[in-house]
């Protein structure tokens, strides 16, 4: 199985050669028959890569310890949906996945533009196919995940085979029911900005620089941006509940390395709109889509490479070179190609006034690539201050949260007032009649949070910024459905759907805010964290927050996999009860390594969040550390929020399909006539 | 027109001075130096008060909780480093003998390191178990 999947490996590196080949010659030479069979190449990339990716699965399934890397990653007692995730536990097997989701959304894009002849479209697939021969070559030749254990006995010519009794085991921390899901999500994110980046050098290339490549891979971004960001919060979801620091995000270099293509990524989806509406910004949104998928290859060479420390990080690896080389060379040529293209991406008009929805797409563009260039900066410079001054400097989380809040609350201010913006220029008399409600909305909530003795500047700016977004998206929807209730004589909820589905784009994208918010109801709720820690025995108790944890017994407890320590707390607040936590140290037998788990109960108004952090040598009681977050869980929901209003943006809506059915009849005509 | 454009580019500039700004003082409060024990030893007193990062293997049988505190050695070849960690948060699972261990925090009077953040990766047990001598991978 091993060879069988090493073969189609090394197989799709040589047709994906081919695809490139043929893709760009028969687009060079105008010839349909040779762009053909390069589209062809690239189905067969697609089959070759399925067969070599579920032979890995297969050999994880079936345990084959015979090959280094399950070996290493997988062990025999391990649940088998563990074992299939331990493919991606690893740096070589998530590369692979990497490749596979590559090569799926290459097929289906070739799928989508089956029949069409443009030559937008064949080089896009040409630029798709180099990416992807770049990993099959990583794959192949630097991180094989089908390479063999052997022993040389002395005499023997080739090493005899050597079959471990069993595997090294997936790490206890990734053994969570999140390893499953969060890393294909974040490489579905991470991949997915290929598509509409090849597009864009496709449009440079071909000097096609009309809106067609944004609008031809409009959903492929936005679903590349979900699909990223759900990966980021179940990413920070995971570290929560898992690593015990009480907190969501540290700033880590490989959180850092997902976060800056989302930012550029964020950028780019608003920039697009303001060259549909208004042809502006053109060489702006090429930049933003390159810069975001050359984040996204430099993302997952961060990851690998060793070059930072970080918790995440795999070990070292020999791929390291290869990515600086790809990105370089990558980087370099699309500079020259943008440099080259300049004239075609002249703007076709100006600001007219710095009140219009032009204006605040500008800042909310300034505001993202600053976020992201701060996030760059403080990750990459340990590495440059050692190169240019050799003293390794490293910037810690302070860095990050002081430009965050106030950039943060800038970007909710404009979440808020932007999309009610007039195009152009917007009047006086227009703005207040649009701000007045939600702005006396917002200072009647501030005053009553102050009354009730909430205290701090930023979250109550974030308070305050909360509410009047949030009723500025309400009124847009309240509006909506009144004008169509009124126009079609229409009930409520058939005036709410028909709005929106008439409207997915902006509907979607109000929704996709309102999560945004929600989640800034949860960051602000940080700065009221309490925590303390203690030792305790049975009958001890520890107080925070007005709750009282008091220690009901310590438990010694054995399982095949690990044994493990339990406390029992009990939880009261003004001396009624709350609920009873058991925190957890436990010792897995195979790795020796133990874990803490967390004891947590979660409402919308705080999380109680407790940790056996160990035992005291001297005096044998436990450490328990005691959490309280308030307001954590408004961060999840805003999550889901957001995913929910992406799904509606990139819905397909009936109207656009009928355009697109006569678009491709039309093709279909072209074609025919082109073949008299 | 032009004075339009003028008006959007000021404001432009007012945020990224903002930008700038908040991003300097961070900066400072946020910056601390990453040194191996050698070149921590070779800083002499130039190492008090600074905001240090120093990385070492946690010395086998090192690690002691004696109530809130946590104390260990760091290992650097033959070069070992006293520590006291005294941070709030609780010592990642990944901390404990033969891992690679990065604190953050001062060196105390009597050139004790008082750490407040720890950071851990795991000793690869497994790498160094059948990636070296006595058995070779191959490709085939």
Redesign the interface.
Known sequence: MA?FG?LALTLAFSVSLYAILALLFGWRTRRREIVKSGEHAVYASFFLVTLSIASLFYLFATSNFNV?YV??YSNRDLPLYYKLAALWGGQKGSLLLWTWILVIFAAIVTYQNRGRRRDLVTVAEGIIAITLLFFLLLNNFIE?P???????HAGDAA?AP?V?DDG?GL???LQHPLMVIHPPILFIGYVGFVIPAAFAIAALITRELGNAWVSLTRRWALIAWGFLGVGIILGARWAYVE????GYWAWDPVENASFMPWLTGTAFLHSAIVQEKKNMLKAWNVVLILATYLLCIFGTFLTRSGVV???H?F?ESESGPFFIGFIALAGVGVILLILSRLDYLKSES?????VSRE?SF??NN??FL?ACF?VF??TVY?VFSQLLQG?????????????YV??GL?ILFLTGVAPLLAWRKTSFKSFSKNFIWPLALAVIVTVALVAAGVRGGAPLVAFFLAVFVTSTIMIEFVRGVAARMRAHAEPFAQALVRLVSKNKRRYGGYVVHFGIVLMFIGFAGAAFNR?T???VAKGDSLSVGGYTFVCENIDEKDTPNYYFLEAKLSVTKGGKPVTVLYPEKRVYTA??????EVAMRSTLREDIYA?F???????GKA?I?IYVNPLVSWLWLGGIVMGLGTIICILPDAASTRVSRGRKALDRLLAAADRK | MQRKNSRVLIGVIIVVIAMAYFGFAGFQEGKAYYKTIAELNAMGDQAYGKRIKVAGIVADGSVQRRGEEVYFRLQQNDLVLACVYTGSAPVPDTFKDGAEAVCEGKVRGDRTFEAKKIQAKCASKYQSKYGSGAAAASPH
């Open positions: 060879n090493n280094e070996a290493q094989n089908f390479s063999r254990l052997g022993v040389i090493p050597f471990p090294h790490n206890p921390l690593l015990g620091w009480g420390s970080s918790v990080a070990a100006e600001f007219d006034s710095i204006a500008l800042f300034l505001v600053g701060a900066w403080g340990p003293e390794k400097i490293t910037i810690g989380p302070p860095f990050f949260n002081r430009i106030p950039l800038f925590e820690s203690g030792e790795s020796e390594q133990s874990t803490s940790v952090a160990g035992i005291t040598e001297d005096t450490v550390q």
